[in-house]
């Protein structure tokens, strides 16, 4: 079993908003706000998107957003564009390890 | 440019060893924690293990442990994971990647090395 559970798949409309959430199976994952988001197309290596929990790589769109409640954390894209379609990552970290979830595929109708 | 440059692709059969090497460019090795990700074919992202700036320290996933060795060489400044006893199921892109002028999460990642296990 995964410590950083997520949805297979969510999928949208362009323009649409999407929230994909992640939540950790142990309670010293997403204790502290060491929460990233990866999204990866095929054939690439994973891009980074957010990092501790809402903050913004620089040139990263403004249209990716993180927040943390608990134990679940959220990745939301708003404004949906076909080149957001790809798989997304969550990953956290402990003193000792770092973790990813199981990953989502986003799908753009 | 900032970037981690890796060991092109492998093959190996089970039982055997492989190492995978990461170089950096643009910035100073040396002085990165150094992580290693890695992806089975069609599967999701797996954290392997860590080496920290001075290479004295390691730490690996409970199920990597006992097979996986993350070293330094200052002379070719690059780090190097070995991976034994390999067996179809070690079949995976690895990455090495690090968190460069980061708080969180890991902004710099290698293109990826192709290692396949077969007989």
């Known amino acids: 079993q995964s410590a950083l559970t997520q949805p297979a798949s969510v999928s949208g409309s362009p323009g649409q908003s999407i929230t994909i959430s992640c939540t950790a199976t142990?309670?010293?994952?997403?204790?502290?706000?060491?929460v990233s988001w990866y999204q990866q197309h095929p054939g690439k290596a994973p891009k980074l998107m957010i990092y501790a929990v809402s903050n913004r790589p620089s040139g990263v769109s403004n249209r990716f957003s993180g927040s943390k409640s608990g134990n679940t954390a959220s990745l939301t894209i708003s404004g949906l564009q076909a080149e957001d379609e790809a798989d997304y990552y969550c990953s956290s970290h402990t003193a000792s390890s770092t973790f990813f979830g199981t990953g989502t595929k986003v799908t753009v109708l | 440019q900032v970037q981690l440059v890796q060991s092109g692709a492998e093959v190996r059969k089970p039982g055997a060893s492989v190492k995978v090497s990461c170089k950096a460019s643009g910035f100073t090795l040396s002085n990165e924690y150094i992580h290693w990700v890695r992806q089975a074919p069609g599967q999701g992202l797996e954290w392997m293990g860590v080496?920290?700036?001075?290479?004295?320290?390691?730490g690996f996933a409970q199920k990597s442990q006992g097979r996986v060795t993350v070293t330094r060489d200052t002379s070719t400044s690059a780090v190097y994971m070995e991976l034994t006893s390999l067996t179809s199921e070690d079949t995976a892109l690895y990455y090495c990647a690090t968190s460069f002028l980061s708080q969180d999460g890991f902004n710099i990642w290698g293109q990826g090395t192709m290692v396949t296990v077969s007989s």
């Open positions: 142990r309670s010293d994952i997403l204790y502290y706000n060491y």
């Open positions: 080496v920290n700036p001075n290479g004295g320290s390691t």
